[in-house]
């Protein structure tokens, strides 16, 4: 029987010591940009896009080891979003998980250098996978894009409807839907696909596997709003789509030939979450 907590603690090994292996070494030339990067990567986080990377392998009969290069791959460009989306020019933030952002530590223009670094490194990780190593880094690839779609919708809200006016607005409803799906749910997505490609999973395992994701995606957004008091919704709207998307995302793993038992859990486990 799958033991949730046992298998969090395996997989964030594989994790942990992936993303040192493929990171620059301490003390590597040039040394800010080494420093900046591991300090990114290694600063936090729940890891829950490379948890789900790897349990999408499991989910298609694979093994954890099969995904570990693209489970590092997706926490590579994810940190690198983080880098940016800090930036002055962006939200601003001069904090990250309770320290300083990249930006505030090493300096603007070390902090883009750093994301860029983290970027590519999570396309060259990619491309180390077992097996469809093509597949994997298509599909970093469309995160990749989406993810900046969604971010320049979403300066909508930060700078007004053109994105330059620098006039506060709360973000349009239809811009919602969008920015949702592109700025969060599409490195879930890929995250899970990529499991799977590299689990040896076939087309219909990965499209499962990306509509658990992308559900899963939508509900930890949902659920942020409700953390943060910022929904663009009304506060029983929201806990109703938080609710819907976590039900369609464990519906969609019913369908998958291996162990989903961890996905399910985890799933479960971000609802309600306090932080």
């Known amino acids: ?13 594989i994790v942990e ?12 030339r040039p040394v800010v940009l080494s420093e900046a990067m591991r300090y990114a990567v290694g600063t936090g986080g729940k890891r829950i896009r490379p948890l789900v ?17 693209p489970a590092a791959a997706i926490e590579l460009l994810h940190n690198y979003t983080l880098i940016h989306d800090d930036l002055p020019a962006m939200d601003n933030d001069v904090e990250r998980r309770g320290k300083p952002s990249v930006w505030a530590k090493y300096g603007e223009a070390n902090a883009i ?5 983290l970027q590519a ?3 060259r990780a990619a491309a180390d996978a077992p097996r469809n190593a093509s597949k994997i880094v298509a599909a970093l690839g469309s995160a990749g894009v989406g993810v900046v779609q969604g971010q320049v919708e979403d300066l909508v809200r930060e700078c007004g409807k053109d994105g330059t006016s620098g006039v506060p607005a709360p973000l349009p409803a239809e811009c919602v839907d969008f920015v ?3 700025k969060t749910a599409d490195l879930f997505v890929a995250a899970a696909a990529m499991g799977g490609y590299a689990g040896g999973g076939c087309e219909e395992d990965i499209a499962s ?8 995606g939508l509900a930890f957004q949902y659920e942020d709003d ?5 929904s663009p919704y009304p506060r029983e709207k929201t806990e109703m789509l938080v609710r819907q998307t976590t039900e369609a995302a464990v519906a969609a793993l019913a369908k998958l030939p291996g162990d989903t038992a961890f996905l399910g859990a985890l799933a479960e486990k971000l609802v309600g979450r306090k932080a």
């Open 1 to 13: 029987m799958t033991n949730p907590e046992k298998l969090t603690t395996d997989y964030l090994e």
């Open 17 to 28: 010591r992936t993303l040192d292996e493929v990171l620059p070494k301490p003390g590597e």
């Open 53 to 69: 990377c790897i349990a999408s392998a499991a989910a298609v009969g694979g093994t954890a080891e099969d995904a570990r290069f």
């Open 113 to 117: 250098l750093a994301g860029d670094a």
């Open 121 to 123: 490194l999570a396309f």
């Open 180 to 182: 949702y799906t592109h």
């Open 209 to 216: 596997l990306r509509e658990f994701a992308l559900n899963l």
């Open 226 to 230: 409700l953390l943060d008091g910022d």
